[in-house]
């Protein structure tokens, strides 16, 4: 096996998977505006509830508790630029870039708290967490049928996938499926603390998108994961079994989930800005996941770089053979 082709995989992979963490990044602060109506029928708080849980779930990286399990974003994304041994060195847009669309996500977070009256600062923080989460188990109790449908439609309809191709569910017992064993001590935490999941599953012959999350916010986020995970697999059909194998074993796992969380929002952000208009998402994913490696490269890199070349060579994704 050709070790240059071999790592052109695993970094296609690596940048599908940041897509597909950031696509649920976005979606965390955005869907519960989609189904506004119908969640102001439950409760006319949850919006902003919602609103306020997802500025937890991207803030939460550079305050205590996510420095102490993970360490400072600024130094991992510093070392993934400068040192070898950083499972993202070799990754041409992640060390690149990884770091400044960290430092953008978080100056739109602390931006959105003045919005959202959400205070941010570091001694209140924490004390924010513990009431934005337990207001939000008072004002979901009792609806869960509801809100299990609301997350399906909002889904549904933003990604074009069938209802009936969506098993969600709210609960404390998230963890499903076979889960990767993670690498360090960071990640171990990190799956200690984990309040949702989205994947992909097998049932009766046919794919499945499962979510399982502690809030409706999350719940919602993880379907999206699980969409752009099942649309990805475009990208993995035509790898040998072996091949396939090295790159999940050396791309997929809960150790990265952190850091795309944190930058995938921002990229997520900045690749709807050039997509061309009257394109389905769904579709446009799909094209992305089936581009040579080194392809998929350079368009991210213009996604950041040049946009407006980004956007031409997106516009005609899928209508060519020979991109």
């Known amino acids: 096996m050709n070790e240059d082709t071999l790592r ?50 991207l803030l939460q990286y550079w305050h205590l508790a996510g420095v102490m399990l993970l360490g400072r974003p600024t130094r991992f994304w510093r070392r993934a630029a400068s040192d070898p041994t950083h499972p993202f060195f070799r990754h041409p847009v992640l060390s690149r870039h990884g770091g400044m669309l960290a430092a953008a996500a978080r100056e739109r977070g ?133 091949m396939y194998q090295k790159v999940i074993d050396a791309a997929d796992g809960v150790d990265f989930e952190p850091w795309m969380l944190q930058t995938g929002g921002e990229l997520w952000r900045r690749l709807l800005a050039v997509l061309p208009a009257g394109r389905p998402l769904a579709e446009i994913l799909m094209h992305l996941a089936r581009l040579p490696a080194r392809s998929l490269e350079a368009l991210m890199l213009g996604v950041i770089e040049q946009p407006q070349w980004a956007s031409e060579l997106l516009a005609g994704l899928g209508k060519v053979n020979d991109y």
């Not at 979901?140 to 990604?159: F, M, P, Q, R």
């Not at 999350?218 to 752009?228: F, I, S």
Request: glycine share 10%; with cysteine; aromatic share 8%.
């Open 8 to 57: 052109d995989e695993i970094n296609k992979r690596f940048t599908l998977n940041w897509l597909m963490q950031g696509a649920a990044q976005h979606a965390g602060m955005t869907f519960h505006h989609v189904v506004r109506h119908e969640l102001n029928a439950i409760d006319p708080e949850l919006v902003n509830l919602y609103d306020q849980y997802a500025l937890i779930n």
């Open 110 to 242: 602390i931006q959105r708290c003045k919005e959202k009256g959400f205070w941010q600062l570091r001694y209140f923080f924490s004390f924010q967490v513990v009431s934005v989460v337990g207001r939000l188990r008072v004002k979901e109790a009792g609806h869960s049928t509801e809100l299990i449908d609301l997350a399906k439609k909002a889904v549904s309809a933003v990604w074009g996938i069938s209802r009936d191709r969506l098993d969600a569910a709210l609960t404390t017992h998230v963890e499903f499926g076979k889960l990767s064993k993670p690498r360090t001590a960071g990640g171990r935490a990190f799956r200690m603390s984990a309040v949702g999941y989205g994947g992909v599953m097998q049932r009766d012959g046919s794919l499945v998108v499962v979510s399982r999350g502690t809030n409706w916010q999350l719940v919602a986020k993880e379907l999206v994961k699980g969409t752009g995970e099942l649309i990805c697999l475009h990208g993995l059909n035509t790898l040998s079994d072996e």
